[in-house]
T-cell receptor, first 109, second 112 residues
């Protein structure tokens, strides 16, 4: 997508560790972001979202942080499990979703 | 299962043939989106409908592509005179008034 991009294509973590997936965006007017998880052979699945009036939002084992100053957001997954293995996308939400390239998360025992 | 159905799941076609994909959204959702995804990339927006009206089309949607949502329910995406570069996963998503977008499992197209 033209407005969002990810720093790392692949992230390998040990089961039980925390994972951090980063995303940068270029449009300072962007005000709504969503993280998606995509498992092999499936469509993207909503994980968590955040609006620009927030810096942090927490879900179950996941936290999204938004730094508007440097136009960066991150997805933190606590106690990573094998079932978390997937490709993760950040997406900017305007009238439509604009996805970045994705980060593959690999969880090893 | 997200409630969004796409058919077929896989399609292999010869170059030059026409193909049509179908998407059945969640019934009360008024917005429907089509995306294309190639290996290692994020989904790319193609077009979206609000009810039966097609409100936006990407420049990726060449003249060979056409999408319809005749009754504001299911949608079809047709590709005419397919090319090898059309090989991709075609994803459909639907969205309600106060919901996030739910994606189907996609139709994987291979043009040989």
């Amino acid at each position: 997508g033209e407005n969002v991009g990810l720093h790392l294509p692949t992230l390998s973590v040990q089961e039980g560790d925390n994972s951090i997936i980063n995303c940068a965006y270029s449009n300072s007017a962007s005000d709504y972001f969503i993280w998606y998880k995509q498992e092999s052979g499936k469509g993207p699945q909503f994980i968590i979202d955040i609006r620009s009036n927030m810096d942090k939002r927490q879900g179950q084992r996941v936290t999204v942080l938004l730094n508007k100053t440097v136009k960066h957001l991150s997805l933190q997954i606590a106690a990573t499990q094998p079932g978390d293995s997937a490709v993760y996308f950040c997406a900017e939400r305007g009238r439509k979703l604009i996805f970045g390239t994705g980060t593959r998360l690999q969880v090893f025992p | 299962d997200t409630g969004v159905s796409q058919d077929p799941r896989h399609k292999i076609t010869k170059r030059g043939q026409n193909v049509t994909f179908r998407c059945d959204p969640i019934s009360e959702h008024n917005r429907l989106y089509w995306y294309r995804q190639t290996l290692g990339q994020g989904p790319e927006f193609l077009t979206y409908f609000q009810n039966e009206a097609q409100l936006e089309k990407s420049r990726l949607l060449s003249d060979r592509f056409s999408a319809e949502r005749p009754k504001g329910s299911f949608s079809t995406l047709e590709i005419q005179r397919t090319e090898q570069g059309d090989s991709a996963m075609y994803l459909c998503a639907s969205e309600g008034l106060n919901t996030e977008a739910f994606f189907g499992q996609g139709t994987r197209l291979t043009v040989v």
